[in-house]
């Protein structure tokens, strides 16, 4: 995290350093495309990853002057999406948007997810962080980080915390922080944001994690109180929900990411000029516009350096699952 929080940081210098020399030199090595190019979003539409997804969609069109599709193909812990992009032809016209869960976690929790995330996809880059945070219900008990941990100790197994998903980048670092903080409390899994926040709301859970862009219109009307920024910065439109410290094991911190992938076999010079186009588009102020109304971070780290490490965030995946009990379903 601490490596992408200073990528995010040197992202602007390094796109005012380098114009689009790499987008003409890639340009110059393949005339892709040759037809309508595919974006598969693995989550309905409405959602973050949806968003990025057009906003992908919107860059690579106008640059390249082709015509670009959306495809949400939601559900199955991402599988089906994944899969519709296996089928397609390794040309480059078919991408998807991949969050952890499809590159890194499904490898260790499902048996026949039929593809392998670090073999059967190329990086083109990890497009942003996904910041997360704890939220509350402000009618309740609990008004602070501290309040909640407070109620843990004193009615162990009481307090109920819910998460979008079994087995997720939130769900494994809840866990692995009920662990070193050797707290009880029920992990409540939801089928996605909206539900699991209209339980909060209703009184029916304690807290939610969450995804910021998720969750944020909710904060910003007063239903939901954020009480923890799980990553070391904070979110500028809630100074007062406490930050965490990635460095300290006992901290409750969540490192997911969105990624942009092919499929394994599309030609490098395709995947160079998709990244030059991306990297191009960062610069523009809708781009920096949709990420700050996400409270999303920017990454874009070119395709080696994004190989490198969707790598070993699989193996600290691998690490979590095991701790964590869960066996493959």
């Not at 601490?2 to 030199?25: E, Q, V």
């Not at 110059?28 to 973050?48: E, F, H, M, N, S």
């Not at 030059?276 to 999303?296: C, K």
Request: hydrophobic content about 45%; overall charge positive.
């Amino acid at each position: 995290m601490r490596y992408l929080r200073r990528r995010a940081m040197g992202l602007a210098a390094a796109l005012c350093l380098t114009p689009l020399l790499g987008l003409h030199a890639a340009h110059a090595q393949t005339d892709w495309p040759k037809r309508t190019l595919k974006i598969v979003v693995p989550y309905p539409a409405g959602g973050t990853a949806d968003a990025m997804g057009r906003l992908v969609a919107n860059k690579l069109g106008g640059a390249l002057k082709a015509s670009v599709v959306v495809e949400n193909i939601p559900g199955g812990a991402t599988v089906p999406g994944a899969l519709a992009v296996m089928r397609d032809a390794a040309d480059g016209h078919t991408l998807l948007m991949a969050s952890d869960n499809t590159l890194n976690v499904n490898h260790w929790l499902l048996k026949d997810a039929r593809y392998d995330g670090d073999r059967d996809f190329m990086p083109v880059t990890v497009l942003n962080t996904y910041p997360h945070w704890l939220i509350v219900n402000p009618q309740g008990s609990y008004k602070s980080l501290d309040d909640l941990v407070k109620a843990i100790q004193a009615r162990p197994g009481k307090v109920s915390i819910s998460v979008n998903t079994i087995g997720g980048a939130a769900h494994l670092a809840l866990d692995n922080w009920r662990r070193q903080n050797g707290l009880n409390f029920e992990i409540v899994p939801y089928r996605g944001s909206p539900p699991a926040v209209t339980d909060l709301i209703g009184g029916h859970t304690d807290a939610h994690l969450d995804v910021v862009g998720s969750s944020i219109p909710h904060a910003r009307s007063g239903r939901v109180l954020p009480v923890a920024v799980l990553q070391g910065a904070p979110i500028k439109e809630f100074p007062k929900a406490v930050t965490q410290d990635p460095r300290d094991p006992k901290a409750l911190v969540v490192q997911s990411n969105l990624s942009v992938v092919m499929r394994a076999g599309t030609p490098q010079a395709v995947l160079d000029k998709v990244y030059a186009v991306l990297r191009a588009g960062a610069r523009d102020e809708d781009f920096a516009h949709t990420l700050s109304m996400l409270s999303l971070d920017p990454v874009l780290l070119e395709p080696a350096k994004a190989k490198a490490f969707l790598l070993q965030e699989t193996k600290r995946y691998g690490v979590l699952v095991e701790k964590s009990g869960l066996e493959k379903q």
